[in-house]
Nanobody
Framework: QRQLVESGGDLVQPGGSLRLSCTAS????????IGWFRQAPGKEREGVSC????????EYADSVKGRFTISRDNTKNTAYLQMNSLAPEDTAIYYC????????????????WGQGTQVTVSS
């Protein structure tokens, strides 16, 4: 059974850091582009970052550039999202997703999604 499982979400103070993981089972992540998305309460889901399957080229939403870093470890079948300098506006459920085409920050690129992990930034 194919699965993407996100983990690492937590309650963190403003200015803090978290590293989210997206671990795949039943499939090999190395063949897919990976995207991270988030959905805050009352808002639409938005693309945060993505990475391609071959050269590791990454793209970021303007709101997280310089603070978030996406990476992947195909040997562990896991992708990561390192989040630094977190702010209350980063509070959201974070999802990872995979797609077979070129990566983008648009949802339609991705065909398979995880269930999400909650990130709350609050003092």
């Amino acid at each position: 059974q194919r699965q993407l499982v996100e983990s690492g979400g937590d309650l963190v103070q403003p200015g803090g850091s978290l590293r989210l993981s997206c671990t795949a089972s039943g499939l090999s992540l190395e063949y897919y582009a990976i995207g991270w998305f988030r959905q805050a309460p009352g808002k639409e889901r938005e693309g945060v970052s993505c990475i391609d399957s071959v050269k590791g080229r990454a793209e970021y939403a303007d709101s997280v550039k310089g603070r978030f870093t996406i990476s992947r470890d195909n040997t562990k079948n896991t992708a990561y999202l390192q989040m630094n300098s977190l702010a209350p506006e980063d509070t959201a459920i974070y999802y990872c997703a995979i797609g077979s085409g070129s990566p983008s920050l648009r949802e339609y690129t991705y065909k398979f999604w995880g269930q999400g992990t909650q990130v709350t930034v609050s003092s």
